[in-house]
């Protein structure tokens, strides 16, 4: 029944690596999205897809990339790790209409 | 811009207690409203949205458009209702980009 993943639960990385978060989805959903979710700070979009190859920033782009090749995977990416990037981040899908979004079950990662 | 305003950042009520936990919205046209809920170690789920008008888990929001809310209620609070909760308008246009409150922690106290 799961239908969005993330490849990984936990990922602990060093400063300055160049770090991959994988995300699929099963449900042919046009769009698709990237979070980090802080305490105190809620969810904050980093990008988001609507289409396959096209990419939006969200409201904290900088430090990050990603990559639609393919509909059903988004893939974040931190082109150069640093410790204020610890967080858990979240990849959700949705179709183009008002049911909702559908989440994977976030990755934590850390940054030392 | 549109923004959602969760204006507690935690609520805790007794079991048994009437919870109610708030959202205001800004925008001005008519929006699509949802409340996701996260429970301790589990993905964010959709809880309902207000275009279905759906009670889920003894869950009710009401879109208020004279005062720009659409707050959560339940009469009676069940331990295992304790959560994050947020609320989230849909932003028209084609990219259906959800605009999110910062969430309420909901703490059920047996």
């Known amino acids: 029944d799961v239908k969005v993943t993330q490849s990984s639960r936990y990922l602990v990385k060093r400063t300055g690596e160049k770090v991959f978060l994988e995300c699929v989805q099963d449900?042919?959903?046009?769009?698709m999205f990237w979070y980090r979710q802080d305490p105190g700070l809620g969810l904050r979009l980093i990008y988001f897809s609507y289409d396959v190859k096209m990419k939006e920033k969200g409201d904290i782009p900088e430090g990050y990339s990603v990559s639609r090749e393919k509909k059903e995977r988004f893939s974040l990416i931190l082109e150069s790790a640093s410790t204020n990037q610890t967080s858990m981040y979240l990849c959700a899908s949705s179709l183009t209409d008002n049911y909702g979004y559908t989440f994977g079950s976030g990755t934590r990662l850390t940054v030392v | 811009a549109q923004r959602v305003t969760q204006p507690e950042k935690l609520l805790s009520v007794f079991k048994g207690a009437p919870v109610e936990l708030k959202c205001n919205y800004s925008?001005?046209?008519?929006?699509?409203l949802f409340w996701y809920v996260q429970y301790s170690r589990q993905r964010l789920q959709l809880l309902l949205r207000h275009i279905s008008r759906e009670s889920i888990k003894g869950f009710t929001a009401d879109l208020n458009k004279g005062e720009t809310s659409f707050h959560l209620k339940k009469p009676f609070a069940q331990e295992e209702d304790s959560a994050m909760y947020y609320c989230?308008?849909?932003?028209?246009?084609?990219?259906?980009?959800?605009?999110w409150g910062a969430g309420t922690k909901l703490i059920i106290k047996p």
């Open positions: 989230a308008s849909l932003e028209g246009g084609s990219n259906y980009q959800l605009i």
């Open positions: 449900m042919d959903h046009e769009n």
């Open positions: 925008y001005s046209g008519s929006p699509e």
